[in-house]
C-alpha cells in the first residue's frame, strides 16, 4: 500500500511538468487552431539553459534555483514569440497542413540544431540540482522537497494563468480572438499582438516546466522534448484540447498512468499503455473528458 501511494505521489509530480508544457499546446490550440509541434523543443532548450543557469547562478545561494527559472523563460518567451513570427505569422491564412508541416520543420531545425557541438552538443548532460532533496515521511508516504516545490509552482502558476485569462484585459481579449479573429480586429483588439502573447505565455510554461523536470529528473540531452511533448499534446487532447482545465485533468491522468504502469506492469508497456487510453478515451468521447461537443467552425 505504501508503496502505492509513493507512485502516486511520483505520477503526481510527473503529471505537473506534463501540465506546464500541456497548456503550451492548449492556449496556442484554442486561439489559432494549431497544433505547435515545436513546443516539446521549447521545453528543451529551457531545461538546458535552466542547467546552464545552475552553473551560472551558482554563488548565489538560494536564489539560484529562481534566477535560472526566470532566464529559462526569458530565453524561451523571447524564442516562441521569434517562432510565430517567423514560421507561422505568413502562414495563418494557407491552408492548415502548411502550418503543420512548419511546425514540424521548427521542430526538426531545433532539435538538430541543438546538437551542434558549439550549441548544446548532442551528448547527455547530467544535472546537479541546486537544492537538496529531503525526503520526508508522512503517514508511511515519501515525499521529497523536488516534488513539493514542483506541485507548489505548478499550483500557483495554474491559478496564475486562469486569474489572467477569465480576470484580465489581455485573457478577455485573447478568448475574443479565440472566438473569432474577424470579430476582435472590428472590436479594435490588436489580433497579431494577442497570438503573440499567447505563444510567449505559452512558452514561458514550458520553460519552468523544463527547469522543474531536470530537478525531478536530472539530465539533459537536444532531444528530451520529443516524448514528454507528445505525451503532453496528448494529455492535452485527453482532457479536452483548447481547454486549460483540460489540459490539466489531462496531464495528471497521464503522470498516473505512466507511472503506475511503469512501477506495476512493465517500463516498456507504460506509453502503450497512456496512448491506448487516449485512444479509448477519443472513441468515446472524442472532444475529450471535459471538451464539449459541438460544430466547428470553418
Known sequence: MENLLDQIINGLQLGFVYALIALGYTMVYGIIKLINFAHGDVFMVGAFVGFYGFTLFAAYGWMTLPLSILMAIVVCTVLGVAIERIAYRPLRY??????????????????YFCSLKFVFGPNYRVVT??????????????ITDVQILIAALVIVMLVGLQYLVFHTKIGMAMRT?????????????NVDTVISV???LG?????????????AYPQVYPF??????????????LGGIGIIPGAVLGSLIMGQVETLTSAF?????RDAIAFSIL????LIRPSGILGKGGPEKV
Open 279 to 282: 485512444i479509448l478515451v477519443l
Open 203 to 215: 512558452s514561458g510554461l514550458a520553460a519552468m516546466g523544463g527547469v522543474l523536470f531536470t530537478l
Open 94 to 111: 494557407a491552408p492548415k497542413i502548411a502550418a503543420l508541416i512548419s511546425a514540424l520543420g521548427v521542430s526538426l531545425f531545433l532539435e
Open 129 to 142: 540540482i541546486p537544492i537538496q532533496n529531503t525526503k520526508h515521511v508522512i503517514a508511511g508516504i515519501t
Open 198 to 200: 499567447t505563444f510567449a
Open 177 to 189: 480572438v479565440a472566438f473569432d479573429h474577424d470579430a476582435a480586429r472590428l472590436m479594435g483588439i
Open 265 to 269: 506492469i512493465s517500463s516498456q508497456l
Open 224 to 237: 528530451m522534448g520529443i516524448m514528454p511533448g507528445l505525451k503532453a499534446f496528448t494529455a492535452a487532447v
